[in-house]
């Protein structure tokens, strides 16, 4: 037989794959898709497939050693879905591969070193490393030495190894993917008739009862469920054990941390918008996709949950997007109210493990429905029949790092791979989505809320004149803004209000000399924090103590200028002591299940007023929320980036939509300096075609997305004059690619990026602007000759979110 060969892609920042040649035992589990164990240089990791029947190598090629998996990782559709994103996005299709399977089923090996014998070992380095070894017992991982000696080590530990000095031993990876075994107890198929129990267990009722718990439970359950939960005794157990009445097995124990969630029941009956838009979606073909847009509180989510049990119904599955982790509570209580224990949730907030768990029971179909943020675009379902992209408008839904993919338009991609159905929701789409409508896809409208509740009206409060309650210190707070919390708090009802900047201030400043505290590692002003004080960086996460004096002129006074969600927190509770508050932002919702908390009290009407930053403006459903305060709406809307008035809009509609779900209405206060700025006057009007047509005509002259394509190349670096200097190279090298091949594209740049500098590292970029084809041919040309040339690096960002 002769020789079979693989091509294998490693989760490294290379662009090509490697080819191993697989022994004969291993061919049956080595198929494109399939995770492999393989050596690399010095240690091994875990690869996946991409051919599995590649040509035989010019030289000698290294064999696989494992391939772990009965079944391929990565299903057909799935790979082929991976080299799109690779092939249109620019990256390595090995880091694609990387972040479409849990952390837990990737791994490489570990080479440990054990010190053999001291006379032996080499001088110089060398004695350092014996030094450290016998510090820490003898033995040591050389990555662990690596780090603490902050160098590369191979060259003196195989000197200390070819002397003698030194043995080493491979640590292999764990191919088995974070799984987690438990111990359970099965009833055997041979049981005792009812009449050979009461005799079997006259004298002995504690194991009848376990006997009989276990035929309730269907036959087998997990040893601590029996010990935990029913009561019983290890002895016990161990008694049926030893008269053959039981077996006990090891097996897959599933972590599902959404288990107790309560599941939320559905609404009753459908409306006709509802009904109209859920037959429409019926009759989507295979592939094809749908923009609902409705307005918030029109039951879009209702909508989603009857189109997936029709999906369930037929035998397919179905993925759920949402665009942030505190979402993810909610929806997924909706989702399990209607289909239980089908559903699985895949997001960063859970463990690695409970990922992995996740991940597996999709992946072998015992659960048929996937919930999650970005990376869920990825779950394995088996038989997609349907994609939902709920707020498919969201920033959050572009990955920052390589791959930087945006998850909508890979569940496009995927959704015409497998022949599922596309649907999008939004009350305030994006201008890229809505112009798609009538072409790639249909649009369906919900223009009325559940119950023909109006939307709330929304007031703009200009803050150049409006009448200010004094004694609010920096804090820009309207007399309006003030008698309408008090207003809602005296009616027993709940009020929301929104400023978008953590923190307590924005920049703490020396009044004398105005010297302002720059974080030390990137172009941006430390933030004021009081719990605990000091002073914050929200990029690069530096901290430093608040100062006494000025570093500059030794002034012992400082002045804090803007104020963030602590300090408005603060000033609230002083202005309405007897109200019950709650803060919902970065820094009180960074543990696990911090989300939920706070939006389950303020459900179980434990808070009066919840203050928070964007991620309290979507999603959320409170009938008993009246009034939405938005502080300060400008906070936005003068970035320097062609999407600040787009996403400005977003934000307020949805805030404002948080208002006047229940019975008794709501309304909205915007705080403004701008209250003529179009996005403000179209989002007080809830006219969100409106402001959609008229920022079309914004970004026709100069022309900007839909109106054109995009691409941002990223040159970063540790000195600016290297960085500057690559970033001119980068600019003339696309600009004679430009010409040699007369491609109609505007190269603009080289030029510092608006945030010049982040963790270090000096950022300046080339903006590419044309059709959208000429646009992926540049990239993928840049994509094979843009590497990392000694510190300073580049990235490819194909149709950004953002340009700062």
């Known amino acids: 037989m002769s020789d079979r060969y693989v091509q294998v892609a490693l989760p490294l920042p290379i662009a090509s794959s490697y080819t191993y040649r697989v022994p004969e035992a291993l061919v049956p589990r080595s198929g494109a898709g399939a995770r492999v164990v393989v050596p690399v240089r010095r240690r091994e990791m875990i690869g996946i497939v991409l051919d599995a029947d590649a040509k035989a190598p010019d030289v000698a090629a290294r064999e696989v050693l494992a391939a772990p998996d009965d079944e391929p990782a990565v299903p057909a559709p799935l790979l082929e879905t991976a080299r799109w994103v690779a092939g249109y996005y620019g990256a390595p299709i090995g880091l694609t591969l990387r972040c479409m399977l849990p952390a837990g089923m990737w791994g490489s090996s570990s080479v440990v070193m054990h010190l053999a014998n001291a006379e032996r070992v080499p001088a110089g380095l060398g004695t350092q490393v014996a030094?450290?070894?016998?510090?820490?017992?003898?033995?040591g991982a050389v990555a662990t030495a690596a780090r603490a000696f902050r160098r590369p080590l191979w060259e003196v530990v195989g000197r200390m190894a070819d002397a003698g000095a030194v043995t080493l031993t491979v640590v292999p990876p764990d191919a088995g993917g974070a799984a987690l075994a438990e111990r359970v107890a099965v009833l055997p198929d041979d049981r005792p008739t009812l009449l050979e129990r009461d005799a079997l267990f006259r004298r002995r009722p504690r194991q009848r009862a376990l006997h009989e718990a276990l035929e309730g439970l269907g036959g087998r359950a997990p040893l601590r469920h029996l010990r935990e939960q029913l009561g019983f005794s290890d002895a016990v157990i161990r008694a049926l054990a030893a008269e053959g009445l039981i077996r006990i097995e090891e097996a897959e124990r599933v972590r599902d941390p959404f288990a107790d969630l309560p599941a939320s029941p559905p609404p009753p009956q459908l409306t006709g918008d509802q009904a109209a838009a859920l037959h429409a979606i019926e009759t989507l073909g295979p592939g094809e996709g749908a923009l609902l847009f409705g307005v918030t509180g029109s039951g879009k989510t209702l909508v989603y949950l009857e189109a997936v049990r029709r999906v369930l119904a037929a035998g397919g599955s179905a993925i759920v997007l949402v665009p942030e982790i505190a979402l993810t509570p909610q929806t997924v209580s909706r989702f399990r109210g209607a289909f239980g224990d089908q559903v699985a949730v895949l997001h960063s907030g859970l463990s690695d493990g409970e990922r992995a768990d996740a991940w597996r029971l999709l992946r072998r179909g015992e659960r048929r429905v996937a919930v999650g943020a970005r990376s869920a675009v990825f779950a394995p379902v088996a038989r997609l029949g349907m994609i939902v992209v709920d707020e498919e408008h969201e920033a959050s839904y572009k990955n920052g790092e390589t791959p930087r993919y945006n998850t909508r338009d890979v569940a496009a991609v995927r959704a015409r791979l497998e022949g599922a159905r596309l649907i999008l929701g939004s009350a305030t789409p994006s201008i890229e989505t809505m112009s798609?409508?009538?072409?790639?896809?249909?649009?369906?409208?919900?223009?009325?809320?559940?119950?023909?509740?109006?939307?709330?009206?929304?007031?703009?409060?200009?803050?150049?004149?409006?009448?200010?309650?004094?004694?609010?210190?920096?804090?820009?707070?309207?007399?309006?803004?003030?008698?309408?919390?008090?207003?809602?708090?005296?009616?027993?009802?709940?009020?929301?209000?929104?400023?978008?900047?953590r923190g307590f201030a924005a920049f703490l400043q020396c009044p004398d000399c105005g010297e302002v505290w720059q974080c030390p590692r990137c172009s941006i002003s430390l933030t004021v924090h009081q719990s605990p004080p000091s002073l914050k960086c929200h990029y690069c996460g530096h901290e430093e103590p608040m100062p006494y004096t000025c570093r500059r002129c030794g002034n012992p006074v400082h002045e804090m200028r803007g104020v963030g969600t602590q300090q408005l927190e603060?000033?609230?509770?002083?202005?309405?002591?007897?109200?019950?508050?709650?803060?919902m932002d970065l820094d009180t919702t960074s543990t696990k299940w911090s989300h939920q908390r706070i939006l389950g009290a303020v459900e179980r009407r434990e808070v009066d007023i919840l203050i928070g930053t964007q991620m309290i403006?979507?999603?959320?459903?409170?009938?008993?929320?009246?009034?939405?305060?938005?502080?300060?709406?400008?906070?936005?809307?003068h970035l320097p980036d062609f999407r600040a008035a787009e996403r400005s809009f977003q934000l307020l509609a949805q805030v404002a939509g948080r208002a006047g779900r229940g019975p008794r209405g709501g309304r909205v206060l915007v705080q403004t300096r701008s209250p003529s700025h179009h996005a403000l006057v179209w989002a007080a009007r809830h006219a969100t075609e409106e402001f959609l047509r008229e920022e079309l005509e914004h970004r026709r002259e100069p022309a900007y997305p839909p109106e054109t394509a995009l691409a941002n190349l990223i040159v970063s670096g540790p000195a600016e004059t290297q960085v500057s200097g690559a970033a001119a190279r980068l600019a003339d090298w696309c600009n004679a690619l430009v010409v040699r091949h007369a491609l109609p594209l505007t190269v603009l740049g080289p030029a510092p990026c608006p945030l010049v500098r982040i963790k270090d590292r000096w950022r300046w970029h080339v903006l590419l602007k044309g059709p959208q084809a000429e646009i992926g041919r540049v990239?993928?040309?840049?994509?094979?000759?843009?590497?990392?040339?000694?510190?300073?690096?580049?990235?490819?960002?194909?149709?950004?979110?953002?340009?700062l």
């Not at 030094?131 to 033995?139: F, I, K, P, V």
């Not at 959320?620 to 809307?637: I, Q, R, S, Y």
Request: hydrophobic content about 45%; charged content about 30%; overall charge positive.
């Open 131 to 139: 030094a450290w070894l016998e510090s820490r017992g003898g033995e």
């Open 436 to 501: 798609r409508t009538g072409d790639s896809l249909r649009l369906l409208e919900l223009p009325e809320r559940i119950g023909a509740r109006p939307l709330p009206p929304v007031e703009l409060i200009d803050l150049r004149s409006a009448p200010r309650v004094p004694g609010m210190g920096p804090l820009a707070w309207s007399v309006a803004l003030d008698e309408a919390v008090a207003r809602c708090l005296a009616r027993g009802e709940q009020a929301l209000l929104m400023l978008n900047r």
């Open 570 to 583: 603060q000033l609230v509770a002083a202005r309405f002591p007897d109200a019950r508050i709650a803060r």
């Open 617 to 637: 403006a979507k999603g959320l459903d409170f009938p008993d929320v009246t009034l939405v305060g938005v502080v300060e709406a400008d906070t936005g809307l």
């Open 779 to 803: 990239v993928r040309f840049a994509a094979r000759r843009l590497r990392r040339r000694g510190e300073v690096s580049y990235v490819i960002d194909r149709d950004p979110a953002s340009v």
